[in-house]
């Protein structure tokens, strides 16, 4: 399995269960606050996989980024 992959799992991981935990800690669930909380669970695991995917690359467990291909270099 890709590394990537295994990132993108694990950041899923992170954002379900910090959407639970934040969930489970805020008392009364209403419909509102499992929206907002869903939608801040998505941005924390949007945040999660970049951190990671930046800390992998810099202790060179991941390869680092390819540059955008340029089009115009095949003329």
């Known amino acids: 399995m890709k590394s990537a992959v295994l990132l ?7 954002a379900v269960l910090w959407t639970g935990g934040m969930l489970l800690s805020s008392g009364a669930v209403d419909s509102t606050d499992v ?3 869903s939608v801040c ?7 999660w996989y970049y ?3 930046w ?3 810099h202790i ?3 390869p680092p980024c390819a ?4 089009p115009g270099a095949d003329r």
């Open 8 to 14: 993108t799992l694990g950041s899923i991981a992170f």
């Open 35 to 37: 929206i907002i909380l």
């Open 41 to 47: 669970g998505a941005f924390a695991g949007i945040a």
């Open 51 to 53: 951190a990671m995917r």
């Open 55 to 57: 800390v992998f690359q």
């Open 60 to 62: 060179r467990l991941a």
């Open 67 to 70: 540059p955008p291909a340029n």
